[in-house]
Nanobody, 120 residues
Framework: QVQLIEFGGGLVQAGGSLTLSCAVSGRTFVGYVMGWFRQAPGKEREFVAR????????TYADSVKGRFTISRDSAKNMVYLQMNSLKPEDTAVYYCAADREATIFSPNYWGQGTQVTVSS
């Protein structure tokens, strides 16, 4: 069974940086895509970034492109989201997600979420 556990959220000032981590377990992840989503209060969950486990190819939402970096460490079974130049509108609960590679990334596996709050 795939398990995802996020950690690293917290409170940071606008312009600051924060790194989220996601420990993944339960199977080998070749053929999987790992990603990060976020949900702000009163808004729907939205895609942030994803990475293909096998070759590290990444995709980002326009709102975070150039500021956030997703990466994975296959030896440690970890996925990271490095967030720089944070803005108050980045405040949300961030979720790690995973699923098999497909045309559309609509994950079935989710972590419990970690809160990121950016103060102005």
């Amino acid at each position: 069974q795939v398990q995802l556990i996020e950690f690293g959220g917290g409170l940071v000032q606008a312009g600051g940086s924060l790194t989220l981590s996601c420990a993944v377990s339960g199977r080998t992840f070749v053929g999987y895509v790992m990603g990060w989503f976020r949900q702000a209060p009163g808004k729907e969950r939205e895609f942030v970034a994803r990475i293909r486990w096998s070759d590290g190819v990444t995709t980002y939402a326009d709102s975070v492109k150039g500021r956030f970096t997703i990466s994975r460490d296959s030896a440690k079974n970890m996925v990271y989201l490095q967030m720089n130049s944070l803005k108050p509108e980045d405040t949300a609960v961030y979720y790690c997600a995973a699923d098999r590679e497909a045309t559309i990334f609509s994950p079935n596996y989710w972590g419990q979420g970690t809160q990121v709050t950016v103060s102005s």
